[in-house]
């Protein structure tokens, strides 16, 4: 039987039966015949194995709620909580103030950071002008969110063999199974440290850009990815700088910028500060010296030290607040 011929019997026997509905509801005159026909009225298919069968439709799946303004700007303030905690332990010994933690979402502690002894007076003075920018950054975005800043997340920036800068630079291939790396136990250490944070801030800005809708917040989320390009230009320059004569550093670079591409995707875009040529590569972009954009998702993949779609772990060990919270699946 064709198509044409099925769907003609279905109307045929839907027409006959709410004809008969008709007739049963004029002449039954109670309520309980009333009662009679609304059961007749549940089924145009009848009850016999002949009758046809009611066609089911399938439950729609709830379309997402769309990311507001304040939600790409809160993922944000969960990376400046990061970054703020750890450049201010690691330049003036202490964390944020208490009245800069709180807000919408579970508050966290944190594990780990503690101030650097410098030995090069010029790190020590970068590392105080960086913490005083990423405090500020923090207090800038909670302004503007306002009652809708979320609180600052649970965040792991301890020396733990088993915690997060441990885990990054075993991933690197920097140490091995069971040892620890500590980002204050040295300058040059200190610099992977911020290595690891600054390129993936300004690649996360970028990506972001395009989901903002208002220009008020355009413009401040462009004001922040200057600062965080200048930021990362400021620590690749050093490494940069300090690894001339000994290939140590920018080897670790490049071990870490590997580490992070194989968390985010099957692309090969992050770099490390080996030069290209006669030429240093202080600033990652592409032919067209353009920087590239990351994801929220790929961001948190690195956050997260994790290729696989997961909602917390590395340095947000219990996630981020917000409702940008997942990983992506790589």
Known sequence: MSQTDQLSQILDACD??????????????????????????????????????????????????????????????????????????????????????????????????????????????????????????????RRNLGASAVAQPALDIGTDPNGAFSSAARAAGLIGAGASFDPYASDENFLLGAFIFEDVGVTAYKGASVLITNKGFLEAAAGILAAEAYHAGLVRTVLYRKGVNTTALIDATEAISNARDSLDGTSDLDQGVRPNGNASNIVPTDGSGVAYSRSAGQVLNIAYLNKLATDRGGFFPAGVNGNIRLSAAN
């Open 16 to 141: 006959h039966r709410r004809e008969e509905r008709r007739r049963f509801l004029r002449t039954a005159g109670t309520a309980s015949a009333a009662v009679a026909g609304a059961s007749l009225l549940a089924a145009c298919g009848g009850g016999s194995k002949n009758d046809f069968q009611p066609i089911i439709q399938p439950t729609p799946t709830p379309t997402p709620a769309p990311l507001t303004d304040a939600d790409v700007l809160n993922f944000a303030l969960n990376l400046e909580y990061l970054e703020a905690q750890f450049y201010s332990f690691a330049a003036f010994g202490t964390g944020l103030p208490a009245n800069q933690l709180t807000g919408t979402g579970t508050q966290g502690g944190v594990t780990g950071g503690r101030a650097v002894n410098f030995t090069d007076p010029l790190v020590r003075q970068y590392a105080r002008e960086i913490a005083n920018d990423e405090i500020a950054h923090v207090a800038f975005l």
